[in-house]
T-cell receptor
Framework: AQSVTQLDSQVPVFEEAPVELRCNYS??????LFWYVQYPNQGLQLLLK??????LVESINGFEAEFNKSQTSFHLRKPSVHISDTAEYFC????????????FGKGTLLTVNP | KAGVTQTPRYLIKTRGQQVTLSCSPI?????VSWYQQTPGQGLQFLFE???????NKGNFPGRFSGRQFSNSRSEMNVSTLELGDSALYLC??????????????FGQGTRLTVV
């Protein structure tokens, strides 16, 4: 069985500060890894994904995540956050093949303060 | 192209009633998955349909059911509603087969309140 642990339920930061949201996963097979963001009263938006290849993946809005197989981690980072980054962030894992079930972490609420 | 469309956005039902939620996936996507999101349990997988067949199922009681039509649109039904079924129900759309694009795209969700 797969599981995802997001180590921080809430992360408050000041605007323009760096941030790291931590995610560890457990799986006995090769996986795909994702970060999703959810704004209030909205669905989930795909932020970035790791499928294979380069362990560092980037999104168009400045976030990046690094896949670390030995530590089974997929932490999300941003060097300088904006007020508009305030949202809940979910890490998710999926095995390959025909099983399209996503297993999510509990989420991390990122609050960016002025 | 259009994203994942879920209808209705909000729904209020009484205990014991049944409800049907609808999801239209992204054009060309053949896999539709459903998730329940609650503050206490987080995001939990209900089931996944691919080409009108249920391919995967989560650990929910039989009151939760779904189906998929030939145009890939999907419906989810909950019978004999309980207060604990109050949640945001999210639909996710994927190609369902191409390993180069295994990611899922979500709709805005249907907020179900059971009173």
């Amino acid at each position: 069985a797969q599981s995802v642990t997001q180590l921080d339920s809430q992360v408050p930061v000041f605007e323009e500060a760096p941030v790291e949201l931590r995610c560890n996963y457990s799986s006995s097979v090769s996986v795909y890894l994702f970060w999703y963001v959810q704004y209030p009263n909205q669905g989930l938006q795909l932020l970035l994904k790791y499928l294979s290849g380069s362990t560092l993946v980037e999104s168009i809005n400045g976030f990046e995540a690094e896949f670390n197989k030995s530590q089974t981690s997929f932490h999300l980072r941003k060097p300088s956050v904006h007020i508009s980054d305030t949202a809940e962030y979910f890490c998710a894992v999926r095995s390959g093949g025909s099983n399209y079930k996503l297993t999510f972490g509990k989420g991390t609420l990122l609050t960016v303060n002025p | 192209k259009a994203g994942v469309t879920q209808t209705p956005r909000y729904l209020i039902k009484t205990r014991g009633q049944q409800v049907t939620l609808s999801c239209s996936p992204i054009s060309g996507h053949r896999s539709v998955s459903w998730y329940q999101q609650t503050p206490g349990q987080g995001l939990q997988f209900l089931f996944e349909y691919f080409s009108e067949t249920q391919r995967n199922k989560g650990n929910f009681p039989g009151r939760f059911s779904g189906r998929q039509f030939s145009n890939s649109r999907s419906e989810m039904n909950v019978s004999t509603l309980e207060l604990g079924d109050s949640a945001l129900y999210l639909c996710a759309s994927s190609f369902g087969r191409d390993v180069r694009t295994p990611e899922a795209f979500f709709g805005q969700g249907t907020r179900l309140t059971v009173v």
